[in-house]
DNA sequence: CAGAACATGTAAATCGTTACATGATTTC
DNA sequence: GAAATCATGTAACGATTTACATGTTCTG
């Protein structure tokens, strides 16, 4: 559901196509909720229906069209009455942490071959969470870029505060789990 | 798909009828892995069709009946394939990081309530946690009781050690979230 | 005999993943 | 004219959530 929302985010800003929306979801949001192409186009025509969002068609040379998408006040009304409302939370879930509990049922090859492999995994997550907050810093992002160039000089500031307060969490996490990953190759090597 | 891997978790030990399984599950495994009754009985099923176990029915007074589920050796060989497999990690989604990265869109108000919330889901997982880190070393976790009594002298203190290394990493995790939204509430004091 | 605990699910809807599918236009 | 990029999806399947549904047996 969170989907909708990030998108709106996006549009939010300005007008975009399908496909514009989905590079830059990618490259911003997506690093923060995932989703692939084939739920980001279905989703802008449910949005559609829903009124939240309208898209016009546009020529493109000869034959080709695509769809720019505009939010409605429909839609920057939802996104405000959510980012209001409480979060829902998401139950824990976590296929790591479920491993981790029973890492003496196998060898202390594939324990370490799992931790070694949960630090490749954050180190890669660390990797495009301190590339993002380099470029909130350098304002490089394309997206953080349009949005303060929409955005009042006074909140400026606060734009650029919260951004890096919501990547900072992230990083934080990542370096969380890579620390956690190194004790527990440091357990494995006692316990063998 | 991890859902049937905590529960060959839980029947590896011994034999559980469906409503046990379901009550162990919800004190141990279902804190890192959760799933409602409703998914966990039908999976079973569908385990007993697959061979991994199998569910002996069994009399409970005059009319009653409850199914006794036992691993087969089937079963025993996924769990440990499972365990020795790299581990399919999910995509990042996470609404909370989501929302902070927009704060400035909402009023001071409810981006403070926002991560007082945070706060509030954090400091219970942080209870259930630190109540499983206490329970395993007192042993007194259900589960983990039967499983050192069927495990050798020699890898009780293993199995121990890897349990709490398990959730020592979701106790870190929780106390990382409640300081994260706590810096937030500090970034929203000092910039509304 | 009432209430707690035992015992086991089904149905419908939504969300998300994976694989597949197609064609147009711009740039070198 | 080939390759990159633009542009937009569908279909099938599996996972998860939510709500509903039902009856039995033990304990005080």
Same mark, same amino acid.
């Given at each position: 559901m969170s989907l909708r929302y990030a998108l709106l985010a996006l549009l939010r800003v300005g007008p975009l196509s399908g496909y514009d929306l989905q590079k830059q979801f990618h490259q911003s949001v997506g690093h923060v909720w995932h989703a692939p192409d084939s739920q980001i186009y279905p989703e802008l025509r449910k949005m559609e229906q829903l009124g939240l969002i309208v898209g016009e068609e546009q020529a493109r040379g000869e034959r080709g069209t695509r769809r720019m998408y505009h939010v409605t006040d429909a839609g920057d009304q939802a996104f405000l009455d959510w980012m209001a409302a409480p979060l829902e939370y998401q139950r824990v879930r976590d296929p790591a942490h479920l491993r981790a509990a029973y890492l003496e049922t196998t060898t202390p090859d594939a324990a370490h071959a799992f931790l070694q492999q949960h630090i490749v995994q954050w180190t890669s997550e660390? %990797?495009?969470? &301190?590339?993002? @907050?380099?470029? $909130?810093?350098? #304002? &490089?992002?394309?997206? @953080?870029? !349009? !949005?303060? %160039? #929409?955005?009042? +000089?006074?909140? !400026? +500031? !606060? &734009? $650029?505060a919260y951004k890096r307060f919501a990547y900072e969490g992230l990083v934080e996490r990542a370096e969380a789990e890579i620390a956690w990953a190194r004790r527990g190759l440091d357990l494995i090597a006692r316990m063998s």
């Amino acid at each position: 559901m969170s989907l909708r929302y990030a998108l709106l985010a996006l549009l939010r800003v300005g007008p975009l196509s399908g496909y514009d929306l989905q590079k830059q979801f990618h490259q911003s949001v997506g690093h923060v909720w995932h989703a692939p192409d084939s739920q980001i186009y279905p989703e802008l025509r449910k949005m559609e229906q829903l009124g939240l969002i309208v898209g016009e068609e546009q020529a493109r040379g000869e034959r080709g069209t695509r769809r720019m998408y505009h939010v409605t006040d429909a839609g920057d009304q939802a996104f405000l009455d959510w980012m209001a409302a409480p979060l829902e939370y998401q139950r824990v879930r976590d296929p790591a942490h479920l491993r981790a509990a029973y890492l003496e049922t196998t060898t202390p090859d594939a324990a370490h071959a799992f931790l070694q492999q949960h630090i490749v995994q954050w180190t890669s997550e660390l %990797a495009q969470w &301190t590339g993002e @907050l380099a470029r $909130i810093d350098a #304002v &490089t992002n394309p997206m @953080l870029a !349009r !949005r303060l %160039a #929409v955005t009042p +000089e006074k909140d !400026r +500031e !606060r &734009t $650029i505060a919260y951004k890096r307060f919501a990547y900072e969490g992230l990083v934080e996490r990542a370096e969380a789990e890579i620390a956690w990953a190194r004790r527990g190759l440091d357990l494995i090597a006692r316990m063998s």
